[in-house]
């Protein structure tokens, strides 16, 4: 990123006034099948300023143009790569709607690629802790200030993300689409409402492929218990019976997540949840898993990524394969699920990593655990990422993509690339007609044992009634 200027903000002052309703729009476009807590934060910290900006989830609701003729200010929400894919399709939008209108991008995946952005679909990127950034934006445009404002990139001024510790505001919902239209949870064939909070962000952690690392750098913030369980109240009166935890990793403060899951069990006993966390912060807090059982933990999201060593030692993941044994029987010892998170196709993977991961799932009893989309996952590296700073990087690593957001890579063997495209259409044609698991799995066993020119290995299952693991309704794409 170009390093940051002290030159005037290229940002115009916008006409009207910007705390009259809808003379700002947020937008999320994609956060995991959840109602948008990207959202609901901002909301509430603009409104408690004195604003009324409208919310527009286009993942399950329609952005009428009504709606963008009236906006001033346009921030869309990118958390994620798929995210800031649909993100920028809004942004065309809004600019054939309303060339007036200021665009703007805030998010993990905002600020990672700030220089693309500001260049080719918006006037302002905001990384990090982005309400305050946000907020103070908007106060600069009513003032008609000029110069640079903290934690707010432009075209002629990058700023790094903002990591000031913010007075986090009650997450304000009002006026989101229903929790029931997302995400439910799946157990015992029902369909249970799922609500969505978090009670950290950043993480400790220094993954080399995770996109939270450019931006966080280690640094986690833990969001004060009163407003995590007066958000899940909120949620539970609205409908919902499961809360998903979706922190980048729920144990990084063991302490407070335990604290709010007992405040919350107490308060209501019948509400379920999940979380997710480290395989190695499964092994060090083994102790706690049986009482997250007892509180109402359902199942345990883990990146697992890998059964690879080699894979493993190279993003610097902080576990083994045997590691990864141990947190499954942690875990069912206490009765909790894991779901492993999965990224099969990395630079360093070999076509016998990949039929060991298979092997692996089979082994121990993991199909119904994993959404088959995760067998196709391709390592991104999007512009900073911590990878690049790795010399050995550069023996594998291609251009950068801008419009795609990640620099490219290929395979030592071409047969990985096309079996990562073959599998990946047979997890997209399984997920579009609903098709049981088991099948889709070995549709995908079949194309890998092909790749390799051997024959698929025939593992016997036992016979009986299935019973599949809880799990939420909704595949996830990062």
């Not at 990084?252 to 509400?271: K, Q, W, Y």
């Amino acid at each position: 990123m170009v390093p940051a200027t002290t030159q005037t903000s290229d940002l115009r002052a916008p006409t009207g006034d910007l705390t009259a309703p809808g003379a700002v729009l947020l937008v999320s476009c994609y956060e995991l099948g959840h109602q948008p807590l990207n959202l609901a934060f901002p909301l509430a910290y603009l409104r408690g300023a004195g604003y009324a900006p409208v919310a527009v989830d286009t993942a399950v609701e329609p952005l009428d143009e009504a709606t963008i003729a009236a906006a001033r200010v346009v921030a869309i929400s990118v958390p994620m790569h798929t995210a800031l894919r649909l993100g920028t399709q809004v942004a065309r939008r809004v600019r054939q709607v309303n060339p007036t209108a200021i665009v703007g991008f805030y998010g993990l995946y905002a600020w990672l690629n700030a220089d693309y952005l500001l260049r080719e679909h918006g006037d302002f990127v905001i990384g990090g802790e982005f309400e305050r950034p946000l907020l103070d934006l908007l106060r600069a445009l009513a003032a008609g200030q000029e110069g640079p404002v903290e934690g707010v990139s432009t075209r002629t001024h990058r700023a790094a993300p903002s990591l000031a510790r913010i007075d986090f505001p009650t997450p304000d919902r009002a006026g989101l689409p229903s929790m029931k239209r997302y995400a439910h949870l799946m157990v015992d064939g029902m369909a249970i409402p799922a609500g969505y909070t978090e009670t950290t962000r950043g993480c400790h952690h220094t993954c080399l492929h995770c996109p939270i690392v450019p931006v966080y750098r280690g640094r986690f913030f833990a969001i004060p218990r009163e407003i995590v369980l007066e958000d899940i109240r909120r949620q539970v009166r609205a409908g919902a019976r499961h809360i998903t935890f979706g922190d980048p990793d729920f144990l990084n403060g063991p302490t407070h997540s335990l604290r709010i899951c007992r405040a919350m069990h107490d308060e209501f006993p019948h509400v379920t949840f999940d979380m997710t966390t480290r395989i190695e912060h499964i092994l060090q807090h083994r102790e706690l898993m049986p009482e997250f059982a007892a509180l109402g933990c359902l199942f345990v999201v883990s990146a697992v990524e890998s059964v690879s060593e080699t894979v493993l030692d190279r993003i610097d993941k902080g576990h083994t394969k045997a590691d990864v044994v141990e947190a499954l029987r942690i875990l069912e010892d206490a009765g909790i699920a894991m779901r492993p998170s999965l990224l099969p196709f990395t630079p360093w993977t070999t076509l016998e990593d990949y039929l060991e991961l298979l092997r692996f799932v089979e082994e121990y009893d993991l199909i119904d655990h994993i959404d088959p989309v995760h067998f196709s996952i391709r390592l991104l590296v999007p512009p900073g990422s911590a990878l690049l700073d790795r010399p050995e990087t550069a023996e594998w690593l291609g251009p950068l993509d801008e419009a795609s957001f990640t620099y490219t890579w290929r395979s030592p063997d071409p047969r990985l690339d096309a079996l990562q495209q073959e599998v990946a259409r047979i997890a997209e044609a399984g997920e579009a007609t609903g098709q049981d698991y088991e099948a889709t799995f070995a549709q995908i066993k079949a194309a890998a044992y092909a790749a390799a020119g051997q024959a698929p290995p025939v593992v016997r299952r036992e016979t009986g009634v299935r019973r599949r693991p809880p799990r939420l309704s909704e595949s996830w794409f990062c």
